[in-house]
């Protein structure tokens, strides 16, 4: 099975900051990679499927990037409403998580 | 718009079987994938398996044992069994529409673009 692995598990920072959330596959998955981003009490949204493909009403500021078995998630200028909880999920073979990364407010 | 509802007991004894529902209104569910994902308190997302339209199934291999998926096109209803729950199985419950889209490298791939609200479940005595 392919495994997803995800970091940092943890991310401070401050409004306005660029970040960037990593996930690895354990073998290559070409660009079956999604990303969705959830707030507490929700279900997750999706934001960038198939590694850099944004969902139509998705903010530009959200971009992705990778193929193979290394994939980024890049928030250009972070805002108020982006402190969430992020997921990349792989849809190669089975439909595997990674472990999540918490962005919250430095 | 399309949107999905999860119904079902919100407590289970151990070892019995744990059963939800996932009612799909405002559209079809021909053509698309039906799955379930689940997510324990303060844990991450843990996707359990889908089922298509035709009834096509695939879980994931540590459920497999204990799991299985149905559906009920007539009603626009999809189901989830869980047998022999443990305190482990205690999560929030999702039900889920896939989709497939072309992606910039010209591949189809498949995504979660609808979610229901959840519903937890305890597993307890």
Redesign the interface.
Known sequence: DTQVTQSPPSLSASVGDRVTITCRASQSINDYLNWYQQKPGKAPKLLIYGASNLRSGVPSRFSGSGSGTDFTLTISSLQTEDFATYYCQESYRTRTFGQGTKLEIK | QVQLQESGPGLVKPSETLSLTCTVSGGSMSGYYW?W?RQPPGK????IG?IYYSGTT?Y??SLKDRVTISVDTSKKQFSLKLNTVTAADTAVY?C?REVE?????G?L?????I????TLVAVSS
Not at chain 2, 44 to 47: A, R, V
Not at chain 2, 109 to 113: N, S, Y
């Open positions: 799955n994902i991450g997302l843990e996707w889908y695939k994931n291999p999702y889920a889209a072309r992606a910039v490298s591949a791939v498949e995504f979660f673009d979610w229901g609200r959840g």
